[in-house]
C-alpha cells in the first residue's frame, strides 16, 4: 500500500468565496494552492491514492452493505458511454496506482483489497472475482459488486459521476451516479437530471447555472479539467449521505469546538469523451483537521476573509449559521494572537487606514 500522505489543498487561500467554475486544465495549468507552502503545482492524475485508502474502502464497504441502491444508479446510461468511462477508468486507476492495480484491457488486479477481476466492458459487467489476502482485503470480505462500474468505483478512492447530452436535442443529464462520499446532497436526488437542477441548491448558483450549456459543452468536449469546492465540517465522516449514519457535522446540537473541526476539500475532475457524448465527473474529498489547515496565520486570515464574504444564504447553505461566529472569533484569534508582530502592525495598519485625517 502507498504511504504516500494525503495532498494539503487550501482553495480558500483568495480569501473570497465564490460559486464560480473554477476549472484549471489538467496537466495545463498549475494548481496554484498545494502543500504546506500554497505551491503551484501542475497536477496530471484523476485518482489519488494515498494513505487515506483504507477509510475511503472501509466507507465504501459500510454504504455498499447498508444500501447501494441509496448511492448508486443509472438514467438513460448508453452502452458507448458506459463503455468509454469504464475503458478511461480501469486505465487511468491503473496508472495513477503507483503499481497498486493493474489492467491489462480485460482483468483488473488491486494487490491491496487482494481483488482480481474479469471485466467485460462492453457489456459493464464484471465476469469472475476472485478473491486473495491483501493489506485491506479484510474490509471488503463480504462485498460483492453487482457491475464494473460498481467494482471499479469500489477500488477507487473517488466518486463518480457520468454527465451525457443527448446529442440531438442537446438536453444534458445526469446518466450515473456511484457516489458514497456525499456532502449532504442525495445522490439519487440528481440521476436523470439536467446541471441546472443539480445545482439549484446552491446558494447563488444562479450565474453559474445561466452558462450552463457551454460549462457541459467544455466538459465533454474540451478538458480533462480539475476543481475544488470547500468547506467547514464538524465531522470526518467521508459519508454523508442524508439517509445515512447520523454523525456530529451539521447536527442540531452541535456547536463549534476547533479540536473537533475539520477542512473538507472535494477535488474534482472532468474528463470528456465526446464521441460517447459525456463525461466522467470524479469527486474525492480531502478532509484536515482545521487547526493543520490554518496552522500558519495567514492561511487562518484567508479563511475567516473568506467565509465573511458568503452571503447569509450561502452561510446557510453550508449549514454554518449557528457556527459562524465562534469560528470566525476562533479563525480571528489564530490570525492574530500566534502572529506576534506582524498580526499587531496589520492591525494597527488597519486601524491607522480606518481613522479620519483630523485624527491623525
Ligand atoms: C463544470 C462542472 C461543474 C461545476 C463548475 C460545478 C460547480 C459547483 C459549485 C460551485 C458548487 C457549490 C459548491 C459549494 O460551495 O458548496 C457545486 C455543488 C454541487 N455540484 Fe457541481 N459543478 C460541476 C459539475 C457537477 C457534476 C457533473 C455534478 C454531478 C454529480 C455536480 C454535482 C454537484 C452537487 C450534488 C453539488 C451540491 C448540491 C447540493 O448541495 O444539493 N456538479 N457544483
Do not use: C
Not at 459543452?217 to 449514519?245: E, K, T, Y
Not at 473541526?261 to 474525492?284: N, S
Request: glycine share 8%.
Amino acid at each position: 500500500m502507498t504511504q504516500r500522505s494525503a495532498t494539503l489543498y487550501r482553495p480558500f487561500l483568495s480569501g473570497r468565496y465564490t460559486v464560480s467554475a473554477g476549472l484549471f486544465r489538467l496537466g495545463v495549468q498549475p494548481v496554484p494552492f498545494i502543500g504546506p507552502d500554497a505551491a503551484e503545482v501542475l497536477e496530471t492524475h484523476t485518482f489519488a491514492l494515498d494513505d487515506t485508502y483504507p477509510a475511503f474502502v472501509a466507507s465504501k464497504a459500510a454504504a455498499h452493505a447498508r444500501a447501494l441502491h441509496e448511492y448508486a444508479g443509472e438514467a438513460g446510461l448508453t452502452p458507448a458511454l458506459r463503455g468509454a468511462a469504464l475503458a478511461f477508468i480501469a486505465h487511468t486507476l491503473a496508472a495513477d496506482s503507483d503499481g497498486v492495480m493493474t489492467w491489462d484491457g480485460k482483468q483488473f488486479s488491486n494487490a491491496a483489497l487482494g481483488w482480481t477481476a474479469a471485466l467485460d466492458i462492453e457489456r459493464g459487467t464484471v465476469e469472475s472475482l476472485t478473491r486473495a489476502v491483501g493489506p485491506l482485503s479484510h474490509l471488503v470480505a463480504d462485498l460483492q459488486p453487482i457491475s464494473a462500474l460498481d467494482f471499479l468505483a469500489l477500488n477507487a478512492p473517488e466518486d463518480l459521476a457520468l454527465l451525457a447530452r443527448h446529442p440531438a436535442t442537446g438536453v444534458d443529464f445526469l446518466a450515473a451516479v456511484h457516489v458514497m462520499s456525499p456532502q449532504h446532497w442525495n445522490p439519487l436526488d440528481k440521476l436523470g437530471r439536467d446541471f441546472a437542477f443539480v445545482h439549484t441548491p446552491v446558494a447563488g448558483s444562479g450565474p453559474l447555472n445561466a452558462t450552463a450549456p457551454r460549462l457541459v459543452d467544455a466538459v465533454i468536449s474540451r478538458g480533462p479539467f480539475v476543481r475544488f469546492a470547500w468547506g467547514v465540517a464538524m465531522s470526518d465522516h467521508l459519508d454523508h449521505h442524508p439517509a445515512g449514519p447520523p454523525d456530529s457535522d451539521r447536527a442540531h446540537a452541535t456547536t463549534f469546538d476547533p479540536d473537533r473541526a475539520f477542512l473538507r476539500v472535494e477535488r474534482q475532475t472532468l474528463t470528456g469523451f465526446p464521441g460517447a457524448h459525456g463525461a466522467l465527473f470524479t469527486i474525492r474529498p480531502y478532509i484536515y483537521p482545521l487547526r493543520e489547515a490554518v496552522a500558519d496565520p495567514a492561511h487562518a486570515r484567508a479563511l475567516a476573509a473568506a467565509h465573511r464574504s458568503m452571503t447569509p444564504e450561502q452561510v446557510e447553505y453550508k449549514g454554518l449559521t449557528a457556527l459562524l461566529p465562534d469560528l470566525l472569533a476562533w479563525l480571528d484569534g489564530q490570525s492574530s494572537d500566534q502572529q506576534g508582530s506582524d498580526g499587531q502592525s496589520l492591525n494597527s495598519w488597519r486601524e491607522m487606514l480606518s481613522r479620519k485625517p483630523n485624527e491623525g
